[in-house]
């Protein structure tokens, strides 16, 4: 039984860093790509960055370029975002989810993780 | 980046109706690389649908997607109680990866 358990809420100032875990089991975690997603209250559905367990390459939208870092550690199966020079406008829900395929390219994500609230407020 | 335009924003139904749901790219897939979510409050978006048409591990057959190019489609042929929720389209044909904002299924 795949899991992805994150870790709990968050809240920080502005100008801060914050930097969420996600804990996979049930599978071999190299195996597959881990991206994280965010979620302001209400709002859609928002793709961050992901990263290869196995090589530790990264990959991350352009518009958080700088700013966000996805990193890994094998022995225990977890993979980390941290996200920094927080603003109100990053508070929202951020979810850590498995690709579904251990192929190449894109493909949708079968597993999530719970979420994990950060609230970014003075 | 490709953007996804999803119809109606909400869609208010009685059970057993169908649900129809339409998905509009900005431009078009070269190959059917569009999945379907579904949310439910303060859960985690469930993989419903992927390659526009394939049912995902476990999902029931009353899910259903087709389309191509630029238009796509999510069909429920029959809302059961615990199908009112929120609905995201995805393209994975390019990067980003981009979702659409989503389309709530209520009780009418």
């Known amino acids: 039984q795949v899991h992805l358990v994150q870790s709990g809420a968050e809240v920080k100032r502005p100008g801060a860093s914050v930097k969420v875990s996600c804990k996979a089991s049930g599978y071999t975690f190299t195996s597959y790509d881990i991206s994280w997603v965010r979620q302001a209250t209400g709002q859609g559905l928002e793709w961050m960055g992901w990263?290869?367990?196995?090589?530790?390459?990264?990959g991350y939208k352009q518009k958080f370029q700088g700013r966000v870092t996805i990193t890994g550690t094998t022995s225990i199966s977890t993979a980390y975002m941290e996200l920094s020079s927080l603003t109100s406008d990053d508070t929202a829900v951020y979810y850590c989810?498995?690709?579904?395929?251990?192929?190449?390219?894109?493909?949708?994500?079968?597993?999530w993780g719970q979420g994990t609230l950060v609230t970014v407020s003075s | 980046e490709i953007v996804l335009t999803q119809s109606p924003g909400t869609l208010s139904l009685s059970p057993g109706e169908r649900a129809t749901l339409s998905c509009r790219a900005s431009?078009?897939?070269?190959?059917?690389?569009l999945a379907w979510y579904q949310q439910k409050p303060g859960q985690a978006p469930r993989l419903l649908i992927l390659g526009a048409s394939s049912r995902a591990t476990g999902i029931p057959d009353r899910f259903s997607g087709s389309g191509s190019g630029t238009d796509f489609t999510l069909t429920i042929s029959r809302l059961e109680p615990e199908d009112f929720a929120v609905y995201y389209c995805?393209?994975?044909?390019?990067?980003?990866?981009?979702f659409g904002q989503g389309t709530k299924v209520e009780i009418k």
């Open positions: 989810a498995r690709k579904g395929s251990n192929s190449g390219g894109w493909f949708p994500f079968d597993y």
């Open positions: 995805q393209q994975y044909a390019t990067s980003p990866t981009t």
């Open positions: 990263m290869n367990p196995n090589s530790g390459n990264t």
């Open positions: 431009q078009s897939f070269t190959s059917a690389y």
